[in-house]
């Protein structure tokens, strides 16, 4: 029995694997979509709102990108992102660094470290030192993919202010589809 069980939960593990690659794929195509969307012009236009869609791409971007460089090093440190400022001002910048992004989901064998403990940093106020908490690679995952999603509504708010036909489920966190479609 005690190895039935070890083999179940290597199989939930596998499910739940596979769900946040397939979370982290899905913002990856949600932010295709848009760069594909879009001219240069709008890339940069902050329409209505006080930054660019370059701008929250950028950031969704750099955050991921910690997220790798922690995978290879054991820290994710949110507060040394590159903020890679041709990113932020260049369609053909932020595709090829989406490029990349894709690749490092692709390649990442998340059985493996799922629930691996990792140490994560980022400042969490103004006039605090940076925080330093523990945490999973599995759980940052699923903080990518929230956060993503609500950066990619809000590039979703700038692109209907700029005329841009988007989706209505664009931008949505999977919960609220979920909870959308009962």
């Known amino acids: 029995m005690k190895n039935s069980r070890a083999i179940d939960s290597r199989h ?14 899905h913002c990856v195509k949600q932010c295709e979509q848009i760069l594909e969307l879009l001219d240069q012009d709008s890339y940069i236009s902050c329409g209505e709102a006080t930054s660019s ?6 950031h969704i971007l750099d955050r991921f990108q910690c997220f790798f460089t922690g995978l290879r090093s054991g820290v994710i440190d949110y507060d040394q992102r590159e903020r890679d400022k041709s990113i932020e001002i260049s369609l053909e910048a932020a595709s090829f660094a989406l490029t990349s992004i894709s690749r ?30 523990p ?4 759980r940052e995952i699923m903080g990518l993919i929230s956060h993503s999603s609500h950066h990619l509504a ?5 692109a209907k202010s700029l005329s841009f ?11 609220t589809l979920a909870s959308e479609r009962g």
């Open 12 to 25: 939930e593990k596998g499910q739940l694997a596979d769900q946040l690659i397939d979370g982290c794929r």
């Open 104 to 133: 490092s989901i692709d390649s990442m064998n998340l059985d493996e470290v799922l629930g691996k403990s990792i140490e994560v940093r980022e400042s969490v106020h103004h006039e605090s030192p940076l925080a330093e908490i």
């Open 135 to 138: 945490s999973t690679f599995g």
């Open 154 to 158: 809000i590039i979703a708010l700038i």
């Open 165 to 175: 036909e988007i989706d209505d489920d664009f931008g949505k966190a999977p919960s």
């Open 53 to 58: 869609i370059g701008a929250h791409m950028r």
